[in-house]
T-cell receptor, first 110, second 112 residues
Framework: SQTIHQWPATLVQPVGSPLSLECTVE??????LYWYRQAAGRGLQLLFY??????ISSEVPQNLSASRPQDRQFILSSKKLLLSDSGFYLC?????????FGQGTRLTVV | GENVEQHPSTLSVQEGDSAVIKCTYS??????FPWYKQELGKGPQLIID?????GEKKDQRIAVTLNKTAKHFSLHITETQPEDSAVYFC???????????FGKGTRLHILP
């Protein structure tokens, strides 16, 4: 069966520090991969999605970036965090159409 | 591109009553419509889905209906229970390589 791993679960980082969130999927090949951000009590904002290794589409201008170094690995990064980067970050994967989410990372920038 | 509107943003129903959440979409090429439930502090979980060649699908107390002509689909929860309290998201997607478009979510409160 397929599983998705996202870590860490919580993270507190100072303003200006770098960020790296990692997501890996097991049990499937060539999935579509997604990074979403969710502000408190709000909807799902799509940040990046990828249909293959090295293929990244960015949905909103920001100081975040994403990379897909391997088929089932998706990384969200920032060189310098802003206060506004605080939120709940979710990784998801899909094959065909159904999407499945990780458990999320709650990032607090202080 | 696809745009999904979801209503209401908040819904309170008495335990045992039914709850209905409605979504509309804009892209007639969309052919798959999943619904997700998100509990506090967790990632959304797929609870039911429907494809464009089906008008209705039911799974125990949960049902989804789809009207392709009107481009709207709905989630129906009957005999609501306290554990149904959560945020629910609808979504639409046209094909495999297109990103999944989510509605803004409905916060459902089940009142004792």
């Amino acid at each position: 069966s397929q599983t998705i791993h996202q870590w860490p679960a919580t993270l507190v980082q100072p303003v200006g520090s770098p960020l790296s969130l990692e997501c890996t999927v097991e049990g499937t090949s060539n999935p579509n991969l997604y990074w979403y951000r969710q502000a408190a009590g709000r909807g799902l904002q799509l940040l990046f999605y990828s249909v293959g290794i090295g293929q990244i589409s960015s949905e909103v201008p920001q100081n975040l970036s994403a990379s897909r170094p391997q088929d089932r690995q998706f990384i969200l990064s920032s060189k310098k965090l802003l206060l506004s980067d605080s939120g709940f970050y979710l990784c998801a994967w899909s094959v065909l159409v159904s999407a499945f989410f990780g458990q999320g990372t709650r990032l607090t920038v202080v | 591109g696809e745009n999904v509107e979801q209503h209401p943003s908040t819904l309170s129903v008495q335990e045992g009553d039914s709850a209905v959440i409605k979504c509309t979409y804009s892209d007639s090429a969309s052919n798959y419509f999943p619904w997700y439930k998100q509990e506090l502090g967790k990632g959304p979980q797929l609870i039911i889905d429907i494809r464009s060649n089906v008008g209705e699908k039911k799974d125990q107390r949960i049902a989804v209906t789809l009207n392709k002509t009107a481009k709207h689909f709905s989630l129906h929860i009957t005999e609501t229970q306290p554990e149904d309290s959560a945020v629910y998201f609808c979504a639409a997607t046209p094909n495999r390589d297109d990103k999944i478009i989510f509605g803004k979510g409905t916060r459902l409160h089940i009142l004792p």
